[in-house]
């Protein structure tokens, strides 16, 4: 409980924590009510995922959540306070923990926002863009198994990615470095598949890549076509996550600070 209150005093006094999560949750938003205001759907009809289409947000939001996970313990690193948080918890594992729970916590709650306002979104502008009852298109609804499963997901993805940016961050013990390896992780990665011409390479580069896999979990049409399921692609990340923080606590137990 030390551990927890320690943690959640200086990330909620930290410059920047609640501006982060303003900015995730405005940006998303943003991103997500620009995207459903610039598709239409004609008379003829289209097929479109309106649920994954008012989700497109969390792609720009996640770079603020990953910036989020690093400056959660890349800052006292940067500082040197590492070694007073060390010194006054000696247990590493333990302050580890207390900061991933803090972190998850926030993001969680941050996110749901993010997505809840991302649908309410797109249930207002979509209908008025041809996405209607008379093209094929129920209303957004969370009553809908698919579209529940997409915003939960969407929200886990989020946490995710800021997990795996606190424990790359505790690895590189480089602020700097820590976000570029994330963000080239989750931007440069779905650009090499693009480059990639044998089909199937190109199928399992997108199973393991984390945002691709990851966001897998927003589809609700077509999910055969998908080159990983919904919640298999979430596994994948999830698995990204636990080895970045597995590396992360060995780097704490055999490195000094």
Not at 101 to 122: C, D, H, P
Not at 132 to 140: D, S
Request: hydrophobic letters at 55%.
């Amino acid at each position: 409980m030390n551990s927890l209150r320690a943690e959640w005093t200086k990330v909620r006094t930290a410059p920047g924590t609640g501006w982060l999560l303003i900015g995730t949750v405005v940006l998303t938003i943003a991103l997500s009510a620009g995207a459903a205001a610039a598709v239409t759907c004609p008379a003829g009809g289209c097929r479109q995922d309106i649920t994954k289409l008012s989700l497109t947000g969390i792609v720009l939001g996640q770079a603020v959540v990953a910036i989020l996970g690093v400056q959660v313990i890349g800052g006292e690193y940067s500082t040197g306070m590492i070694r007073t948080t060390f010194a006054a918890l000696p247990r590493r594992w333990e302050v580890l923990t207390a900061k991933a729970f803090v972190l998850s916590t926030m993001v969680l709650a941050g996110g749901a926002v993010a997505v809840l306002g991302s649908l309410l979104t797109g249930s207002l502008i979509l209908p008025g863009n041809g996405f209607n009852a008379e093209n094929g298109y129920a209303a957004l609804s969370l009553a809908d198994g698919s579209t529940l499963r997409a915003a939960v997901g969407s929200v886990l993805y989020l946490a995710l990615i800021a997990l795996f940016s606190l424990g790359m961050a505790t690895a590189l013990r480089d602020s700097a470095a820590a976000v570029g390896v994330v963000l080239a992780l989750l931007y440069l990665f779905p650009i090499v598949i693009l480059a990639v011409t044998d089909p199937d390479w190109h199928r399992r580069l997108q199973q393991i890549a984390p945002m691709n896999a990851g966001l897998a979990v927003q589809a609700t049409v077509d999910l055969d076509d998908l080159p990983i399921g919904p919640w298999a692609g979430l596994g994948v990340l999830s698995l990204w996550t636990a080895g970045a923080l597995l590396v992360a606590g060995l780097t704490l137990r055999l490195r000094d600070a």
